[in-house]
């Protein structure tokens, strides 16, 4: 899951910037460094709690005819660089850690850093093709909404299960019995059009739509909690729809009603289309709430939905009106 994350925002940082959140020892800086060595990357770690404010937005200095102010790279940077012996274009994985413990001008220092579009602090750009990690602990203050603003917050780790099994087998015996499980509470963030543009970012990314758990990290990542739930069932609603059947067993009468005329007529095999009828006769026989099987009378009942089934656009749309309009006065 991390890799894919990673790789992804990678490709594209408009869709945010990871970010590890859990307790300490449990590993976040491992899996950084697992995810660099698996993708031939230099990882280069930076305190970002620990450095001065001016070193991590550069000292100033003047240029050779003293008329100019620049700014120097940041300190620790350059330092790791000249460590691994990186050029200026090399691309590498930068884990920014302790972000929850960095000073509020730290953190400011680093709000042009986790722009997608800039990528920057004063003078120095990242490489392309570098990858951004961040790290932290629950947070014990509030955060500053516009640094929560640029991060996809994931907690870590990410299940009881893959704790224990990174474990040397010799002592997850042990594991089992006195590691208790870990519940990570995400920083207070607001809903912001920031988060939705940087959800549209990952539509555009095929296992968004086919993996549900890759799904829900992305959108537990990016949005206030409370609105998690309802953002996933819309993104169900909205979803693709490549596999016709998975797709009316579980998607609400409301789109069913948009879309399911539709989704028949881009159906060209009629055993195909006799399928996706007979998984919706399906979850009509086992519906508790009623919903489908109202749904389900009003379309057979409703000349104009059923009978435009495989017509051209105009009779799609003259069928989608006939039945959403039928159902409106079956209510």
């Known amino acids: 899951m991390l890799n894919t994350l990673l790789d992804a925002t990678r490709e594209k940082p408009e869709r945010g910037v990871v970010t590890l959140i859990g307790p300490p020892q449990e590993g976040k800086n491992h899996a950084g460094y697992e995810y660099a060595r698996s993708r031939s990357l230099p990882a280069l770690t930076w305190n970002v709690a620990g450095d001065p404010e001016e070193e991590m937005g550069g000292h100033p200095l003047k240029d050779e005819h003293k008329r100019e102010v620049v700014y120097s790279d940041p300190v620790a940077i350059t330092t790791l660089k000249r460590k691994y012996g990186l050029s200026d274009t090399d691309p590498y994985l930068l884990i920014l850690d302790e972000l929850d413990k960095a000073r509020r001008d730290n953190l400011t220092n680093l709000l042009s850093l986790l722009n997608p579009e800039q990528r920057a ?28 603003a640029r991060l996809l917050i994931v907690d870590w780790p990410r299940s009881q299960e893959a704790r224990i099994g990174a474990l040397p087998g010799t ?6 019995v006195v590691l208790k ?17 940087k959800l549209e970012a990952w539509f555009d990314l095929p296992a968004f739509w086919t993996d549900d758990e890759l799904k829900k990290v992305v959108v537990r990542g990016l949005f206030p909690e409370q609105a998690t739930s309802e953002i996933l069932a819309k993104l169900t609603e909205a979803a693709p729809v490549g596999d016709a059947v998975a797709w009316v067993r579980k998607v609400r ?5 948009d879309k399911l005329i539709g989704v028949l007529s881009s159906i060209e095999s009629r055993e195909e289309r006799h399928q996706v009828l007979t998984a919706l006769c399906e979850r009509e026989k086992n519906d508790e709430t009623g919903e489908i099987k109202r749904f389900w009378k009003v379309f057979l009942s409703t000349p104009d939905a059923a009978g435009l089934v495989g017509m051209d656009a105009a009779g799609q749309e003259k069928g989608r009106l006939a039945l959403m309009k039928a159902l409106s006065e079956s209510k």
């Open 121 to 148: 602090i004063r003078h120095y750009t990242l490489p392309v093709g570098s990858v951004i990690l961040c790290l932290m602990n629950e947070p014990q203050t509030p955060m500053l909404e516009p640094l929560l």
């Open 171 to 176: 002592v997850r015996y042990i594991a089992q």
């Open 181 to 197: 499980p870990i519940t990570v509470k995400f920083p207070a963030r607001p809903l912001t059009s920031g988060s939705l543009f």
């Open 253 to 257: 009468p409301q789109t069913l009603a």
